[in-house]
């Protein structure tokens, strides 16, 4: 599976030790950015990553911001992405069995890397329940 990253530089810590978890554990990673700590535009990462998942490079993306809400709002704006912001792993697991979202958006500030990694591996694991669940999907894009 072939799985995108992205960033602003409040993020970029725990995006770049995602990178390492997953390549360890096989998958193939894509990684949009950013590369560094210095100040960045949250949306230009979130486009980039969305974009990929919409020409299916990669099937799911992980992304962080300090909060979250940036980077999650950018990555909403385009029809075919499900962003779900997740703090811990019941939203995570959520996010999958009723949202089917694609993307796993973080808030880096917030969360240890302990944390990140239960919540990707969750969201990683966690298939669509579909049924009722696909019904109300289909709806989320007006
Ligand atoms: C950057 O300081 C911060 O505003 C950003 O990471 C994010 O929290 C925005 O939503």
Redesign the pocket.
């Known amino acids: 599976m072939n799985i995108g990253l992205a960033c602003?530089?409040?993020?970029y810590s725990h995006k770049e030790k995602t990178k390492k978890y997953l390549e360890e554990l096989g998958y193939n990673l894509n990684d949009y950015g950013c590369f560094s700590e210095e100040?960045v535009d949250?949306p230009d990462f979130a486009h980039q990553l969305a974009n990929s998942i919409i020409k299916e490079v990669n099937s799911l993306g992980i992304q962080?911001?300090?909060?979250?809400?940036?980077?999650?709002?950018s990555a909403n704006k385009h029809k075919e992405i499900r962003a779900a912001l997740c703090w811990n792993t019941h939203i995570s697991e959520q996010a999958r069995l009723h949202n089917n979202a694609n993307v796993l958006t973080m808030?880096?500030?917030h969360l240890s890397w302990d944390e990140v990694k239960e919540i990707i591996d969750v969201f990683l694991n966690t298939k669509f329940e579909g049924g009722r669940h696909q019904t109300r999907v289909n709806k989320i894009s007006p």
């Open positions: 602003d530089h409040a993020g100040s949250y962080f911001c300090g909060t979250g809400n940036g980077i999650n709002m808030p880096a500030r």
